[in-house]
């Protein structure tokens, strides 16, 4: 999933650049701008601190276009304002040098209102947004839970269980450190010869510590797309069995290329594959890998046979409420941003997770061509929500308000009816990215969790 920073973009030009751009029609900037680098920043704010409202209550956004932390002069943004993620008609208004106040109306019920705004300046686009909260703790998921949810996993696991691991396990030396050991491994899944004719195998690195003893595991499963991966050293270095995986039944430690090649072609849109049959979604096997995976780790000699965390983001996020829910080997999760949270609310004109596959189309409102009542159902067995009500293990979860892939409507919709101890870190103006002290966050969470020093 392309990750991107939506609130500050940075646009530096040379001398030379500018006065060729002289003689283009753009929004002016002061004179003394034009002849250094410049960073350009689309700010805006609502006007509570918390960014949070009561239903009913008005929310102003302020806004405010600078560069070099300076207002530009006669600026003109476009902004739309409405419920996340629904389609809403673009205003445009001059931005006066103290800042355009925006009347964003109010919310009925629960939810979230976004603004986004837009403006050009010398011939680059730049966007900001604000996203302001409506009792965000009250948001009730839309996603319908099947009877046979729990006997369809169950069958599932009992697929898996007859299937040896037949684990291989390749020293990296070139990657081991002092403290850490680090192999390529790989194990066996479902989906192998009774479909494909082929054993199916699931990749990863492992990192262990080098010193004898035993240690807490961690799982990090991987967000979407396709790409190596080479485990986690630092937290094994502290002391944790650390594997990390990729999902698509291929090794972890070839050149970047392949990987984009995989991206552009044969696993391109996946998150869509066989979405009309619960039992053939390509998710059916992910989400029973990562319970393999944790059947590797409970292997491994050196595992303390007590403590098994799992944590990952976006797709990984999803993935870690996942393997939380279906294996009760898991004392602890970390996720951020989860996808596939409350997929159905957008048949029901709310913001809905990624993929989004029944998101109606942006220009003409029409319904997605996915929204069929076979895609429907099975994705009411997939749905992250529904593996959230039977998370039974302590959690640090952790998103913003402007995330524009796995919108706050729909990982509220989750996290909201978890009944395990849960602890939520927010980072407000934060979209589908992450920063240093989020990642510290994560990692000072996970620490305490597992008792390291």
């Known amino acids: 999933m392309h990750l991107r920073l939506l609130l500050i973009a940075s646009f530096i030009f040379t001398a030379e650049a500018s006065l060729a751009r002289a003689a283009v029609p753009v929004t002016p900037v002061p004179p003394q701008a034009t002849l250094r680098a410049a960073t ?21 956004f302020k806004v405010t276009v600078t560069a070099d932390n300076e207002p530009i002069d006669g600026v003109t943004v476009g902004y739309k304002v409405g419920p996340e993620m629904m389609p809403v008609a673009m205003k445009s208004a001059a931005v006066p040098p103290e800042g355009l106040v925006i ?3 109010t919310m009925a019920q629960p939810g979230f209102l976004r603004c986004t705004v837009t403006t050009e300046v010398a011939g680059h686009t730049y966007r900001g947004a604000a996203t302001a909260a409506f009792t965000p703790e009250k948001i009730v998921p ?26 291989r396990v390749t020293l990296l030396p070139d990657a081991c450190t002092d403290a ?26 492992l990192c262990e510590p080098k010193a004898p003893g035993h240690y807490p595991a961690v799982l990090k499963v991987p967000g979407a797309h396709v790409r190596p991966y080479s485990g986690d050293k630092s937290l094994a ?9 990729g999902v698509h039944g291929i090794p972890v430690n070839l050149p970047q290329e392949f990987y984009d090649q995989l991206d552009a ?21 992910i989400y029973l890998s990562c319970v393999r995976a944790n059947d590797f780790l409970a292997s491994r000699e050196m595992w303390d046979g007590k403590n098994l965390l799992v944590m990952g983001a976006s ?10 829910a279906l294996d009760p080997r898991v004392t602890g999760l970390a996720a951020t941003h989860p996808a596939f949270c409350d997929v159905s609310a957008e048949l029901h004109g709310r913001a809905g997770g990624w993929p989004h596959p029944f998101q109606p189309d942006a220009n003409t409102g029409k319904p997605s061509p996915q929204a069929t009542p076979a895609k429907i159902a099975t994705a009411s067995y997939y749905d992250t929500v529904n593996f959230a009500r039977r998370v039974k293990v302590p959690g640090y979860y952790t998103w913003g308000y402007n995330d524009d892939v796995c919108p706050p409507t729909s990982t509220y919709a989750a996290y909201n009816v978890i009944t395990a101890p849960k602890e939520l870190g927010l980072t407000l103006e ?24």
């Open 40 to 60: 350009v920043q689309v700010r805006v704010a609502p006007d509570h601190r918390d960014w949070t409202y009561q239903p009913g209550e008005s929310v102003r």
């Open 103 to 105: 009347d964003g109306g």
């Open 142 to 167: 839309t996603q319908v839970e099947p009877a046979d949810f729990d006997a369809f996993w169950q069958s599932g696991k009992a697929e898996l269980a007859k299937i040896p691991v037949e684990a």
């Open 180 to 205: 850490v050991n680090v192999y390529h491994v790989s194990f066996r899944t479902v989906g192998g010869p009774e479909r494909t004719g082929i054993p199916a195998r699931i990749y990863g690195i």
């Open 237 to 245: 270095a502290r002391g944790v069995i650390t594997l990390e995986i």
């Open 265 to 285: 072609a044969a696993l391109n849109s996946y998150w869509f594959y066989n979405l009309d049959d619960r039992e053939t979604f390509y998710f059916h096997r």
């Open 315 to 324: 797709q990984g996020g999803q993935l870690t409420i996942v393997t939380a």
């Open 430 to 453: 934060l979209a589908h990215s992450y920063t240093p002290e989020q990642s510290e966050a994560i990692n000072a969470w996970v620490v305490r969790f597992l008792g390291l020093k």
